[in-house]
């Protein structure tokens, strides 16, 4: 299961890549926003956050105007690893070295064609452990002394 969400800024593409999962029959679940009115995008970042931390989604896609918002907000959640991606090599190696567990996206940067390139990409490439493993640790770490 993975989760989407967008604010305003990302509506049209977030409606491009839930019909992308649809028709590629990859299960989501949508946190919204399900209009294009104006709404805050640190709201449904922190939605989606929570959700791939609590293991009720298994990766998360957030989209806004340019994918930095949401970026910044969900990577304020314990455990989440938001990589901001315009390119699928960048999409292969945040999943392959740092375990990205969510995958953010502009509207108003990428093209939807690219984007579910992308989408495909992140879904599709594992982990490579191994020493990327002790780094991911290492970040981690950060989060642990930050909050103590
Ligand atoms: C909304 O105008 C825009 O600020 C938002 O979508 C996002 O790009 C913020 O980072």
Redesign the pocket.
């Known amino acids: 299961m993975i989760g989407i969400g967008?604010?305003?800024?990302?509506f049209e593409l977030k409606e491009q890549v839930r019909k992308h999962l649809e028709e590629n029959g990859i299960a989501y679940k949508d946190f919204g926003s399900f209009t294009p009115e104006?709404c805050d995008?640190p709201v449904v970042a922190e939605a989606v956050a929570r959700a791939v931390v609590a293991g009720e989604v298994e990766k998360g896609i957030l989209i806004?105007?340019?994918?930095?918002?949401?970026?910044?907000a969900a990577n304020k959640v314990m455990g989440v690893r938001a990589a901001l991606c315009g390119d699928c090599y960048s999409a292969e190696y945040t999943r392959r070295h740092n375990d990205a567990n969510i995958l953010t996206m502009?509207?108003?940067v990428t093209g939807s064609g690219l984007a579910c390139k992308i989408v495909d990409t992140f879904l599709n490439t594992g982990f490579d452990g191994s020493y990327h493993a002790d780094r991911v640790a290492l970040i981690a770490d950060i989060e642990r002394r930050e909050r103590a």
Not at 6 to 10: A, E, L, R, S
Not at 64 to 72: A, H, L, Y
């Open positions: 967008c604010d305003h800024g990302g104006r995008y806004c105007g340019t994918g930095i918002g949401v970026s910044i502009g509207e108003r």
